[in-house]
């Protein structure tokens, strides 16, 4: 089993940059493929990206492609969400999540492991 924590959300304007972590503890991180969600107010989870037990594969939602990057440092148990160029529809609470083998990186309900959350909120 692994835990997991986010941090680094806050409050930004539109087209500043935000940068959020995820640390793991527990089991070998680099173990896990590794996911961001984000949930906004009256909306359903969605995916945002996810990034390979090796992170030598990483994939992207269209809202976010070529803003967003996701990267790991399995030495450090961490996986980082690097957000630019932020919009006010990004606001939402992101969500990291890992499993061993995802069925579909897209789909959260393939992973097993969830964090508590980050709150983003971009201002117009």
């Known amino acids: 089993q692994v835990q997991l924590s986010e941090s680094g959300g806050g409050l930004v304007q539109a087209g500043g940059s935000l940068r959020l972590s995820c640390v793991a503890s527990?089991?070998?991180?680099?173990?896990?493929?590794t996911g961001w969600f984000r949930q906004a107010p009256g909306k359903e989870r969605e995916f945002v990206a996810s990034?390979?037990?090796?992170?030598?594969?990483?994939g992207y939602a269209d809202s976010v492609k070529g803003r967003f990057t996701i990267s790991r440092d399995n030495g450090k148990n961490t996986v980082v969400l690097q957000m630019n160029s932020l919009k006010p529809e990004d606001t939402a609470v992101y969500y990291c999540?890992?499993?061993?083998?995802?069925?579909?990186?897209?789909?959260?309900?393939?992973?097993?492991?969830w964090g508590q959350g980050t709150q983003v909120t971009v201002s117009s």
């Open positions: 999540a890992a499993d061993p083998s995802p069925s579909t990186w897209s789909r959260d309900s393939a992973y097993d492991y």
């Open positions: 527990g089991r070998t991180f680099s173990g896990y493929t």
């Open positions: 990034i390979s037990r090796s992170g030598a594969f990483t």
